[in-house]
């Protein structure tokens, strides 16, 4: 099964995430299928940049969001 979940990237203390597919039994920072967004919440106001064509076309065939990445696709910030 597929999940729609957050990667971490950057440097200790300054956390930036990467939005993934990715097998849901892979590690958290392991193999993914495909980078469809990042979102840093360090920067003031919130960077995030998810390409909602992408993300659609993942979710048609089976691909489940987790909670966290949920929220951030209801986010009225998000932008494609």
């Not at 960077?47 to 993300?55: C, F």
Request: hydrophobic share 30%.
């Amino acid at each position: 099964m597929l999940s729609i979940r957050l990667t971490r990237m950057g440097a200790k203390k300054k956390p930036f995430y990467r939005i993934i597919v990715a097998e849901k039994r892979s590690k958290r920072d392991g193999r993914f299928i495909e980078s469809v967004g990042y979102y840093d919440p360090c920067r003031n106001p919130v960077d995030l940049k998810i390409n909602r064509e992408r993300v659609s076309y993942w979710i048609e065939r089976g691909a489940q969001p987790t909670d966290t990445v949920r929220s951030l696709l209801k986010s009225k910030t998000a932008i494609s």
